[in-house]
């Protein structure tokens, strides 16, 4: 370990009202991690290389008791989001110094983690980077929600929100190699020409330029919606649910058109619809699909290596552009998986 | 046929705005119907015994063309909805005067109809008027919704809204028999009183008289509620709603609470909540399931017949009484199922 680096940390300095703001985050100098002994558990030097960002985490910025998981951020305590890092030194003799790792990690230069709560890292599927983004939580998400809840089948319409985004855009990917009809939903015209020109969707709509989403849906899907991928939520959520078939699926994966709501957000009750349409609506989360991850992840890096699937990342350098990152999400400007990169692997 | 008889039909007069009033509807003296030739199909002119009124059928009152099924009521053409009706005459060798058939038919007191569109009733199985209550379209939603969509297990804990309704009632009991604990909710205290006494639900809770229902809710459901078999909609669903466990189900089978409505009504958006919780909202309708419909009767029969299910019918004499009838239905007053005994079995 080189000590004469500073390490340093990332803390909830308020609770955020609305969209985080810089002032939501405190960056602190603190002391170098050190290997302490432990009855229990052996402990693991790391460094953080790569660190997500995701809109889900803005839930877990808010007071509130609701919080079996134990997700919430504390005041003046490190932000944790899903890293890649580094190990640097070990008591486990699983993991030796050099090895790639991912978990999730405090937002901290250098840290001491249980060797339980990391993963190695398999760099002979994809770049390192992507196990927090194609092969981690985001491509896991895309992958589930459209094969175990969407149950997609060949020749049916999928539409995805959010399709730009780091899972929406892997959704439309995933569904096209399935052998549906594709339609993205984005909100730039940078992103629509993303959607067609790489990565291959029937048609994308721009929901920031289009007056009637629902018109442009249901033209868009002249034999209906069979299933929707929501990343959004919102009146996005409303205008695909009109164009929805019998039987048709919703798989809720996020909703941030409401991350940043004060309130929960009111609109159309969908359960009427739902009967006259025999339809199922799912929320999920992709842990729950966790003893399958190590078969996905070989299927999604395998089409990855066939050239099926194109995956983007948008990388910001530098750990003090932790805050502006996360932030930036809400202004939905980045296109494919938002991520800072802190060190290089040595 | 007694031809001195003078039949009648009872037609749209207007499309209702809110809850529909008598001037919605109008009685007509017409003739009788006569058996004519047509080369297409066997002809059956039946008498109407038993007639079912169903929240259900106020959708198909509006104006409108979101109506791929036909099921839309014309202006001056009789309404119709699930009856039981007796052969006077036919022209089908497997149906023979005197026969007890059911089928969805017009508000008339004798009509013809095709042989395609009527089936024998079983009368060994239960009396005949439950061929369109506990084995008819109310029993069968309530054993599809619970076994099929609610997909419940023994030591779940299950809510029904709407439990003393036609629908509630058979649902409520189900859910006992599969060895769960159930918690009814219905807006009297007789009621409760009935859902406590005769149907032997865990609990019972009146929304009606209870300020906080999620906390109601809670109280009653310790454990949290695996499982809702929603009739109702509105703050109902919403206060069960934050009651849901992890990976817990709704069933959305009806929605009283809107269907007089004239817009869409609003309220808290679901979608955040399911993902948190990993859980599924399926609307339904039983034609869905109507491969298994001879087993499931059977089954509900079966219970009937050994006391574990209990029936209550709400019967209404007099053709004329049927818009009165189903007015009622809106104001939450009858136990059981609603019908309509327009004769006698000859």
Redesign the interface.
């Known amino acids: 370990m080189n000590s004469s680096q500073q390490n340093q940390q990332i803390v909830l300095a308020e609770h955020p009202s609305g969209v985080p703001t810089l002032d939501t985050f405190n960056i602190e100098d603190i002391a170098m991690p050190t290997m302490q002994a432990d009855d229990e558990v052996d402990k693991v030097i790391i460094k953080s290389l790569y660190v997500s960002v995701d809109p889900g985490m803005r ?1 877990f910025m808010d007071k509130g008791h ?1 919080d079996a998981a134990g997700n919430k951020f504390q005041l003046n305590q490190p932000i944790t989001s899903r890293s890649v890092a580094q190990v640097i030194d070990s008591q486990d003799a699983k993991f030796k110094a050099g090895d790639i790792v991912h978990g999730r990690f405090a937002w901290q230069r250098y840290q001491s983690v249980s060797s339980k709560d990391i993963e190695k890292v398999d760099a002979t599927l994809a770049p390192i980077s992507t196990a927090v983004s194609m092969l981690g939580v985001p491509g896991l998400a895309a992958y589930f929600g459209l094969l175990e809840v969407g149950d997609i089948e060949a020749g049916e319409t999928v539409v995805v929100s959010g399709a730009a985004g780091s899972v929406g855009s892997i959704a439309s990917q995933i569904a096209k190699i399935k052998g549906c009809k594709v339609i993205g939903i984005a909100g730039s015209d940078q992103k629509i020409a993303y959607l067609k020109n790489e990565l291959g969707v029937d048609k994308a709509i721009n929901y920031k330029t289009t007056d009637d989403m629902a018109a442009a849906i249901q033209e868009a899907c002249p034999q209906g919606v069979d299933v929707f991928f ?1 990343n959004v ?2 009146e996005t ?1 409303d205008a695909v649910l009109v164009n929805l078939n019998r ?1 048709g699926r919703i798989a ?4 941030i058109a ?1 991350y940043n709501q004060e309130q ?22 992709v842990f ?1 699909y966790s003893e399958d991850f190590a078969e996905a992840k070989k299927q999604i890096a395998q089409w990855y290596n066939d050239g099926k699937i194109r995956y983007k990342e948008h990388l910001i350098e530098g750990f003090d552009q932790l805050p502006a990152a996360f932030i930036g999400l809400f202004s939905g400007e980045n296109i494919g998986k938002l991520m800072v990169k802190v060190a290089e692997a040595d």
Chains 1, 2 share one sequence.
């Open positions: 839930g609701d929501d939520g919102g959520f039987h809720v994966c996020g909703q409401e929960p957000p009111i609109g159309p009750r969908p359960m009427h619809t739902l009967i006259k349409k025999s339809a199922r609506m799912q929320g999920f989360v729950d």
